[in-house]
């Protein structure tokens, strides 16, 4: 039985072959600061976050989808693992997605915390390519696809032909960058400090690129800069929209500079079939709007945007034998295994 592994700067997926998704959880450890002892792993360390007492901490130990803590990720992938695998998943093969402009560290990172769960072999797929099998298209063929997986720490843009990678571009700012911002924004307008995870959620409930017709609000709480004592601002949509446009407008350009070197053959079948947008981000209200409006293309958001990365990552599980037998992996769309 194999495994397939999405390492993400906010989520962790794991997807079993013949069961399907069988984990979504917070990529967030808690532990103590001078022995090192985990105290909890995924979601329910995610709402430690800020509230931890002296010498705990709640930390994302992915950031800008590599490792950032790898004794963390470790840590926090073997006990994942355990909570999903029985005991009868011996040494599995484990597939898993990584950033496009990965560097050999951050590969030997990915493989070295995948590991110690105690696997077989380790095969590393590039996020785009799998957000697009998870978006059930055939990449093998002479076919243009362009995908922007836009998750927490990266954007992930690529255009893929042929089972590989044509032109791409990781912004390794996405999500969070725009919940530091929300927070920098409220603490410089209105004297108010609040947590990243009010600010995240202040963005999944009202956040935007283009402002809608309708407004909508949102109460922030935190702690008054000048006071110290707890207080709430009700923030607008447009607000939201001025404190994350630089870090949407960053991602935008990126699109539009591997439009710019993408080759004419592959221009011509995205100019017909459009961009698809996968990952959380890419549910942000406007996002598909501004994308368009800047590249004058179709885009389109996947109905389950934020799991295409995991899906594709377990369809990948079925080129794992192929991969195997031809050590060069040839047009296979497995990057490299381990
Ligand atoms: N409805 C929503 N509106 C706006 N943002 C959203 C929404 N849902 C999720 N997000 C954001 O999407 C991001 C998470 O996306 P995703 O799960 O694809 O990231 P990830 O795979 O863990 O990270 P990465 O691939 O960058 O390492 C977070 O920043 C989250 O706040
Ligand atoms: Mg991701």
Do not use: W
């Amino acid at each position: 039985m194999d495994i397939a592994i999405d390492l993400g700067s906010d989520r962790t997926r794991v997807f079993i072959e013949n069961k399907g998704k069988v984990l979504d959880e917070a990529s967030v450890v808690t532990y103590d600061i001078d022995t090192g002892e985990i105290y909890a792993v995924g979601d329910e360390a995610y709402a430690m976050i800020g509230k931890t007492p002296v010498g705990v901490k709640a930390v994302h130990p992915l950031d800008g989808g590599v490792i950032a803590r790898s004794e963390l990720v470790e840590d926090m992938v073997s006990i994942l693992l355990k909570e999903v695998c029985s005991v009868k998943v011996v040494m599995p093969r484990v597939i898993t997605a990584v950033p496009c402009d990965v560097t050999e560290v951050e590969k030997r990172a990915v493989v070295n915390a995948v590991s110690s769960f105690g696997v077989r072999k380790v095969y590393l797929i590039e996020s785009p390519k799998a957000a697009a099998l998870g978006c059930s298209i055939d990449i093998t063929t002479p076919h243009g696809v362009m995908i922007a997986d836009m998750g927490s720490g990266t954007a992930d843009i690529a255009v893929l032909s042929l089972g590989g990678i044509s032109v791409s571009k990781t912004v390794r700012q996405a999500g969070s960058a725009m919940d530091e911002e929300i927070v920098k924004y409220v603490r410089k307008k209105y004297n108010l400090i609040i947590g990243t995870n009010m600010a995240e959620s202040c963005k999944k409930a009202i956040g935007c690129v283009i402002v809608p017709a309708e407004q909508k609000t949102f109460r922030v709480k935190g702690r008054d800069a000048v006071s110290g004592m707890p207080r709430f601002v009700d923030i607008t949509s447009a607000e939201i929209k001025e404190a994350i446009e630089e870090v949407a407008a960053a991602i935008v350009n990126s699109i539009k500079d591997v439009l710019e070197k993408t080759p004419p053959e592959l221009t011509s079948d995205i100019y017909t079939d459009g961009i698809i947008l996968t990952g959380g981000l890419a549910k942000l209200t406007g996002f598909a709007r501004l994308i368009s409006e800047a590249t004058k293309l179709r885009v389109r958001v996947h109905k389950n945007a934020a799991d295409c990365v995991i899906m594709g990552c377990g369809k990948a599980i079925g080129f794992i034998d192929e991969a195997d037998k031809n050590s060069a992996l040839g047009i296979s769309p497995i990057l490299a295994a381990y």
